[in-house]
């Protein structure tokens, strides 16, 4: 359905995650700084945001009526999975655990290294809602980009301006230039996620999309437990936060050359993808 919209609905359900963020940089700083609690001010902002994924969820019946209704029109092909082979997408899943590895160690510091070079409670705010606003923005940007790559040219644009976002904080202690980099840090790491969602719907006939995605998710995995691991080790061990980020944009820009060398997949004369087993 909407075909040719995929990029923009893709960027749409990941930027959502930008709203989220923008609660949590509003609500956080007040519930910490402005109402009197009788217990640890950190726990009660946990509860209510708690509370406000309670409310979310709720929201989610009347789309989950939708897209029951849609479901029931394609139940005939639902029960179809495919596996899919890993080898001929190797680079574009490589990319993507370097993603991994590379992105969460700046989402994981980057507090730690605002606090480290000065900032207050406000600015902290003000940096995480930017790059909120930025996430949801995000699905416009890069619809067109996410449509228009079955290889591996979208994710390679993309982790390459994701690591200079990381490198910026790195470079200088402008808090102006942290906010550039958190603009664009939250305009490309989510779109990351969406462009690996739509490598899969461009090469893959649908009952093989699970298998796809999945792939995808297991690298990405291994790569967000590794990099904070070793983003600490090394501000622990090896030149504090500064360097670590430095790593991590290294690590972001070797992805986009994963990336780069990715090919779209081979197709046969049916026109579907045959990488499935």
């Not at 990941?14 to 700084?33: C, D, F, H, M, N």
């Not at 160690?105 to 409670?121: D, I, K, Q």
């Not at 705010?125 to 930017?130: K, M, N």
């Not at 060398?261 to 046969?268: E, F």
């Amino acid at each position: 359905r909407q075909a040719e919209k995929a990029g923009l609905i893709l960027g749409l359900y990941y930027g959502g995650t930008g709203a989220g963020i923008v609660l949590s940089a509003v609500l956080v700083p007040w519930i910490l700084e402005g109402i009197p609690v009788s217990i640890t001010p950190w726990m009660m902002a946990w509860w209510v945001l708690a509370l406000v994924c309670a409310v979310l969820v709720l929201c989610l019946r009347w789309p989950l009526r939708v897209l029951a209704a849609w479901d029931a029109g394609s139940a005939a092909t639902a029960d179809r999975h495919e596996a899919v082979a890993w080898w001929p997408m190797r680079y574009a899943l490589s990319a993507y655990a370097l993603f991994g590895f590379g992105y969460i160690g700046y989402m994981t510091f980057a507090v730690a290294l605002l606090r480290e070079h000065g900032a207050n409670s406000t600015e902290v705010a003000w940096f995480y809602a930017i790059l909120g606003v930025m996430v949801m923005a995000s699905s416009r940007i890069w619809a067109g980009l996410l449509n228009a790559h079955r290889g591996g040219g979208a994710l390679m644009r993309l982790n390459a301006l994701l690591g200079l976002a990381v490198v910026l904080p790195a470079l200088t202690e402008n808090f102006f230039v942290f906010l550039v980099s958190g603009a664009l840090f939250g305009a490309v790491f989510l779109s990351i996620v969406a462009s690996t969602t739509a490598f899969v719907r461009l090469n893959f006939s649908p009952p093989a999309w699970s298998a796809g995605i999945a792939a995808f998710t297991v690298v990405f995995a291994i790569g967000q437990v590794v990099g904070p691991l070793a983003v600490g080790w090394v501000a622990d061990s090896h030149g504090g936060l500064v360097r670590g980020f430095f790593y991590s944009a290294l690590v972001l820009w070797l992805g986009a050359l994963c990336a780069a060398v990715q090919k779209p997949l081979a197709s046969d004369v049916s026109g579907q993808a045959p990488q499935v087993l």
